[in-house]
């Protein structure tokens, strides 16, 4: 049997986790096929057949494919899918948005956010915000399953040569109107889910200070934290605590300016995925939880780490 | 309008997550449960609706064990109507949970149905795409503002590339994030009143839905361990190690 | 890590970390702790940070108000904030006997110099206007209260420890702890350690770690819940407008406390039905535990928050917190060495451990380092407890002893969880007899005698109650004719073997009774020469020894024995407490009595005070010893305790013509009062040196060396600052001393009363008490505070009644 990919794109490119999501699912099974339902996808579709490790590339147009939308796709997918036994996508908004959406119709117990393929019915998955991972086996006979695409390595891009095919699709899902798409420009985003976080605690010394904490932000398109000690101090209002009675925060990277790390602190963050702590005591409890330590007195540190950050030519936000 | 909201029963998000020995699952005994949090944002949201003027009635349902039905309470304390609990026990994957859900649906003839975007439990994310699959709904999800219009609604989408929004007919499923809104906490007074509220009891197994496992949990093992940290010398090792070895920035 | 240290600390929490900082400044610096996960992870991190001084004890309070001050001075010692925010203490009272509570509690605090206010309803409003103080009685007010992080006091406390060269490891975990010959192998599963003393101070762990040593440790923990609630609207308008924080609220009556909390509110009760957590100790990985809420069994708490502050009901519950408090019987912790082991100290079962860990850490040290604690600890000692104490017993007792947090604390009151537990065989008797139990050390003693239609029911208050006319007759028929008491609970043994005699001549201060059959009343002191246990020692036979000391004391008092006791077979020990049963008769026509009971000589001449005999009661064999506690003629009738019946049947039925009546042990409270007879823990301590307890003549510092002898000469050199006074109380009506009240001589504290009771025989209020020498003079004028009265005191002649003890000579 076959692997069914759906393909992620922008009608113009592939987006990036579809390479991800191709090297997954090459791992259930070498037979790959790729479907793309779009609209004038043309130059996605010849991104996705160059893809070596594609085998045939499934291409199904129509203009109400233009935006996406799980309505519209689910029943196209349904209706190819019979003879694959697996059908892949990534878990971003995109697959998430879609797959069970296929996997109810097609009576499946879907398997979500793969990180690990053991075999072409046994995977490995995260659960508890990544607190477990559980190995499952899926007992349906066609498996609908996401990946998470940062546990696997993007595939080669170029190369490949697979044969385009056309398939046509169904009629349009009227109930559902797509009206706009667009970029997040908030100033700064929200400390409960921004990808990065900078907080300061007492060693900040004033409000004022925190001025030092807001620049470093700016730069990196952070949202900033702050320990319960600093907001008692009053150096900052009480909706940026992280900790066990403020927020609890998982963000991409975590840099604790001041802190000494208190465990009502250290709760609110410690599953961030990678901690930083500047602090002048080097025996301070953050430095227990930090992956970068720098042991420094804040008020040097900080300009020094605007003026390094404005030295790079891209930072990732 | 009448919305359905449905809320599960998960451990809570503060609680230190521990692996059992033999691999059977995570401990649950003895340990705090609460509502699922973007469940909260849905409860939260559908009363706001009501608070508006623009729906009638707030059902909130819970599908699970006995104990799942202090979702259910917590629901009514903060402004739900009345409450579901569809007794079942066991492991309950989301097709099932839709299916049953579904059966609520045709019962309850809701004409929006609200639930969080996921559980912090088994992170599946499916329910609320599957019930509207099974339904043939439209569907939103990862919904960050609902604005309610005539048999319609506007909704806008949190997706990966920035905000999406889209139109979608009523009845609908809708599923939120966490920024959809600010869950009111309930007060002391509102819990004790909801305790003493009915709640509608209905067995899974009366539903005619078959809600075994269709997969198999072999094992549940705890994360690889955070590796030890380092301490860096300087602002510009950090910045370095930062963007080429972390690649965060 | 080290693989040597002098000590080595098990547990991370506030009091594990206190204990090694205290050991260090204590100039120990080579000491090291070990903590399974993270600091603070067991109980500390979910602690609501309260430091309440109020306590009813003595020692405990000490403790806390050791801690209070230390935590003050922490962030300038360690640069470290400890969040400690001194917003004062509000206690409410709804009722009068409330309000007698902290008149009582007053007394202490004063005696160890706590400030203590009390505030009318109208005062409380002004501190707390969101309080509703309609209902309110009055309220104290402890100003220097407050509470505090307990997270950050912990690294502060750490950083402290590590700057004096302590060291900590973290997620370090004990798997054995042995003993060699030099003291302890500690082993972890980061290596293992060697080192002298061992420190357990594991909280939820307690009972697993003393396990591993082969300790039963008396604690479980139980569920404790608070809530906190959303901000406010008036409270974030105080806030604004730069209003002081209203403090700590504490409603005795509703029992809960509240405090602000970012601009909302905590709500913590004490409620009933809380059940005991870890009952089988928590899993291995358990951190930063809690359990689910449960608001039900809260409701009638809530309820009463609510009506007291009614802005607690209007905002949202943001959070509830149910997590483990240890727990032990009487809710005190366990802080002091343990039984049977060298160098194993206990530091567990801290229900209120913010608070008591300063003290708890402090006293240790002095007591690791010095061998002697400084303050009288008998109130947290570990070996207050016996091998009663089963998980059972821990469950039922440490859940009745939460729900009691808030409870009015009697002087009277008898708790009734687990009972009856350990029974004398005369028990049924003597509740057929009308007897009103209490509890100690698991033992049932009447109390009292409820007769002439009485309820047969305990009445607690702090002024004379409904046994007050109980014991008075009880008392007046132990003057005239004789009475009868139950004294089995006693702690009893035997020390013999061919060093007997030498061992006990060095365990204790008197000269040891030198004839077969004398007997004499000797005091083991401590080191530093304090008094640490009374023993009545009779000499049964060359070099054996039979000795009774107090039933609550049995372990403290044997563990002391063998902790000095040769291990060489030179010396054996031998309990008797369970095997032999003790009844007391006394009064003027116990002679008589014992003539009608026994064929053996009873006359004076030939059964002279302070000797014991062999004889029959009945068909049953006796120990009768001619001591008492009373000061009646009498006997003390120790036997083998499956005769007890026989002997008490064979008594009752002769003592009918001569008017023989059972006493409890109240009664005797009031007739030893007028004796001047002294009980260890109150008016002998470790605080006190036996000349200022008055024990003049059973000190014989010319008899050779005994423990303490050395320091209690440097004592003596130093000066003595107290003296044991006994005291009338003039125009008493309705209360009489309970103990802990200050004595002031023109507004001055001078001293303090250690107990107190109406004498029945000399028909006085009675009390004894510690006062400085220099008001120790027969005659002295003195005024005494009795629940917030002053009362005219004069200092009578020690033994009042009966001064040159002619009625036991009889």
């Known amino acids: ?317 | 309008m009448k919305i359905l909201v449905a809320v599960k029963r998960v451990i809570d998000y503060n609680v230190q997550i521990r692996v059992k020995e033999d691999g059977s699952g995570v401990v649950t005994d003895n340990v705090k449960m609460s509502t699922n949090p973007p469940d909260d944002n849905a409860v939260e949201e559908a009363v706001k609706i009501k608070e508006s003027g623009k729906a009638t009635e707030v059902i909130a349902v819970t599908i699970g064990e006995e104990k799942a039905q202090e979702t259910v309470r917590k629901a009514l304390a903060v402004g739900a109507d009345r409450g579901i609990h569809v007794k079942a026990d066991g492991i309950l994957e989301p097709l099932t949970v839709s299916k049953l859900l579904q059966k609520v649906v045709d019962k309850e003839k809701p004409d929006l149905v609200l639930m969080g975007k996921q559980a912090i439990d088994d992170d599946c994310n499916q329910t609320g795409q599957m019930l509207s699959a099974l339904l043939n709904w439209p569907q939103a999800t990862f919904a960050s503002k609902i604005d309610v219009k005539d048999k319609k609604l506007e909704v806008v989408r949190e997706v990966d590339e920035g905000l999406e929004t889209i139109e979608i007919n009523l009845p609908a499923v809708v599923t939120c994030d966490l920024r959809l809104n600010e869950p009111r906490y309930a007060s002391l007074p509102n819990i004790m009143k909801a305790k003493k509220k009915t709640i509608d009891l209905l067995n899974a197994s009366d539903l005619g839905v078959d809600v075994s496992p269709r997969i198999q949990q072999i094992k549940v093992e705890e994360p690889p361990k955070r590796k030890a940290g380092i301490k860096v010398a300087s602002v510009a090792e950090l910045v370095q190690k930062l963007k080429n070895e972390a690649k965060v920035i | 890590m080290k693989s040597k240290a002098k000590v080595v600390v098990v547990g991370g929490g506030v009091v594990g970390v206190s204990a090694l900082y205290h050991l260090a400044k204590k100039g120990w610096s080579d000491v090291v702790l070990v903590e399974r996960k993270e600091l603070t992870s067991g109980s500390t991190w979910h602690a609501a940070g309260l430091l309440p001084l109020f306590n009813m004890s003595y020692s405990v309070g000490q403790l806390h108000k050791y801690a209070v001050n230390l935590y003050k001075k922490l962030e300038e010692e360690t640069g470290k904030n400890v969040g400690f925010s001194v917003v004062s203490n509000i206690r409410l009272a709804s009722t009068k006997d409330r309000m007698d509570e902290y008149h009582q509690y007053a007394g202490v605090a004063k005696t160890i110099g706590v400030d203590v206010k009390f505030l009318t309803p109208q005062q409380v409003k002004e501190i707390w206007p969101l309080c509703n103080v309609e209902d309110l009685v009055g309220a104290i007010q402890h100003p220097e209260d407050g509470y505090i992080q307990p997270a950050d006091l912990t690294q502060a406390l750490a950083t402290g420890a590590r700057n004096m060269g302590a060291e900590i490891y973290r997620n370090t975990t004990v798997l054995a702890m042995k003993q060699n010959k030099d003291g302890w192998v500690v082993e972890t599963d980061k290596g293992s350690i060697e080192c002298e003393h061992i420190i357990s101070c594991s909280g939820n762990f307690a009972r697993q770690t003393g396990k591993m040593v082969g300790l039963d440790i008396p604690v479980i923990p139980v569920e404790h819940q608070y809530i906190v609630t959303e901000p406010h609207p008036e409270i974030l308008k105080r806030k604004k407008e730069g209003l002081p924080e209203m403090g700590v609220l504490r409603d005795s009556d509703s029992r809960w406390y509240m405090r602000e909390e970012a601009g909302g509110l905590i709500l913590g009760p004490y409620e009933d039905g809380a059940p005991a957590c870890y009952v089988n100790g928590p899993s291995k990985d358990s951190e930063y535990e809690l359990f689910q809420e449960d608001l039900d069994r809260l409701a009638p708490h809530i309820e009463g928050a609510i009506h007291r502050v009614p802005a607690f009901g209007e905002v949202g519950v943001k959070k509830v917190y149910n997590g483990a408090i240890c727990y032990t019987p009487d809710g005190n912790p366990i802080v002091g060495p343990a039984w049977g082991l060298k160098n194993f100290w206990i530091n567990e079962g801290h229900s209120f451990g913010i608070t008591a860990a300063g003290g708890a850490g402090w006293q240790l040290a002095e007591w690791i380092v010095d061998g002697e604690p400084t303050i009288d600890m008998l109130g947290v000692e570990p070996r207050r407890y016996g091998d009663y104490c089963s998980k059972s017993y821990l469950k039922a007792k440490n859940e009745e002893a939460y729900s009691h947090v808030f409870i009015v604390h009697y002087p009277d009151e008898e708790r009734p969880a687990a009972r009856p537990l350990r029974t004398a065989p005369c028990y049924e008797r003597m509740k057929d007899l009308g007897a009103v139990f209490g509890q100690k050390f698991g033992w049932e003693r009447p109390n009292f005698f409820a007769t002439d239609g009485m309820e047969q029911k305990d009445d607690w208050s702090f002024r004379r109650s409904k046994w007050f006319e109980a014991i008075k007759k009880e008392c007046q028929n132990v003057k005239e004719n004789v009475g009868l008491l139950d004294m089995t609970a006693f702690a009893k043994c035997r020390i013999k073997g061919p060093k007997a005699e030498e061992f006990l001549d060095y365990l204790v201060a008197n000269k040891l009774p030198k004839k077969i059959g004398r007997i004499n009343l000797c005091h083991a002191l401590n080191t530093k020469g304090g008094v640490h246990s009374e023993f009545t020692i009779m000499k049964e036979a060359e070099n054996s020894y039979y000795l009774v000391s107090a039933g609550a004391n049995l372990r403290l008092d044997h563990d002391w024995i063998k902790k000095w006791m040769p291990t060489d077979g030179s010396v054996i020990f031998e309990d008797l407490t369970n095997s032999t049963g003790v009844l007391v008769v006394a009064g003027p026509k116990a002679r008589q009595l014992m003539e009608k009971v026994s064929n053996d000589d009873f006359s004076n001449e030939n059964f002279k005070w302070l000797t014991a005999k062999n004889v029959d009661v009945g068909y049953a064999p006796v120990n009768a010893m001619r001591v008492n506690f009373v000061g009646e003629l009498g006997w003390e009738l120790h036997h083998p305790i499956e005769y007890q019946n026989h002997i008490f049947d064979k008594l009752m039925e002769a003592g009918k013509d001569l008017g023989l009546k059972p006493f409890g042990i109240r009664a005797m409270n009031s007739l030893r009062l007028e004796k001047s007879y002294k009980l260890v823990g109150t008016e002998m301590s470790i605080e006190y040196s036996p000349y200022e307890s008055g024990l003049d003549r059973f000190i014989h510092p010319n008899k050779g060396n005994f423990i303490g002898l050395e320091a209690l000469n440097k004592w003596r050199e130093k000066g003595f600052e107290n003296k044991l006074v006994t005291l009338e109380v003039h125009n008493t009506t309705d209360a009489d001393v309970l103990g802990n009240n200050p004595i002031y001589h023109n507004d001055q504290v001078v001293g303090r009363a250690t107990g107190g009771e109406y004498g029945f025989r000399l028909d006085k209020s009675m009390a004894l008490a510690m006062v400085k020498p220099e008001f120790a003079t027969i005659g002295q004028k003195l005024k005494v505070d009795i629940l917030g009265t002053m009362y005219d005191a004069t200092i009578m002649d020690e033994s009042p009644y009966d001064p040159e003890n002619k009625l036991l000579r009889a």
Not at chain 1, 37 to 57: C, F, M
Not at chain 1, 147 to 165: H, K, L, Q, V, Y
Not at chain 1, 200 to 227: C, H, P, W, Y
Not at chain 1, 240 to 262: E, F, N
């Open chain 1, 1 to 317: 049997m076959s692997v069914l990919l759906i393909a992620e794109h922008n009608n113009k490119e592939l987006r990036p986790f579809t390479l991800n999501a191709v090297t997954a699912a090459a791992q259930i099974d070498q037979d790959v096929h790729a479907l793309i339902i779009g609209n004038n996808s043309e130059e996605a579709q010849k991104a996705l057949a160059a893809l070596p490790l594609v085998k045939k590339v499934i291409s199904v147009e129509a203009a109400h494919y233009e935006n996406f939308t799980a309505e519209n796709f689910a029943p196209v997918v349904i209706k190819l899918s019979e003879n694959y036994s697996h059908i892949v996508s990534s878990a971003n908004t995109f697959g998430k948005n879609l797959m069970p959406r296929i996997a109810a119709i097609l009576d499946t117990s879907q398997i979500s956010d793969i990180t690990k393929v053991i075999s072409s019915d046994t995977f490995v998955r995260p659960i508890y915000a990544g607190n477990a991972f559980a190995t499952v086996k899926s007992n349906d006979s066609k498996k609908c399953i996401t990946i998470r695409p940062t546990s696997f390595e993007a595939c080669e891009s170029s190369g490949g040569s697979a044969p385009i095919e056309k398939a046509e699709g169904v009629e349009e899902f009227v109930q559902t109107k797509f009206i706009k798409r667009e970029e997040v420009k908030s100033d700064r985003p929200e400390l409960g889910t921004a990808r990065i976080v900078v907080s300061g605690g007492r060693g900040m010394q004033s409000g004022e200070n925190f001025k030092l904490i807001t620049d470093v932000a700016d730069k990196l398109g952070a949202a900033i934290g702050a320990s319960r000690a600093a907001v008692d101090a009053g150096y900052i209002t009480n909706d940026h605590q992280v900790g066990q009675t403020g927020k609890v925060v998982v963000p991409d990277l975590y840099i604790a300016v001041g802190i000494s790390g208190a465990i009502q602190h250290l709760a609110g963050m410690k599953e961030s995925k990678v901690i930083v702590a500047i602090n002048k005591d080097g025996e301070a409890p953050i430095f227990s939880v930090a992956d970068y330590g720098l042991e420094a007195d804040l008020f040097e540190a900080l300009p020094q780490l605007l003026a390094e950050l404005n030295k790079l030519n891209t930072i990732q936000k």
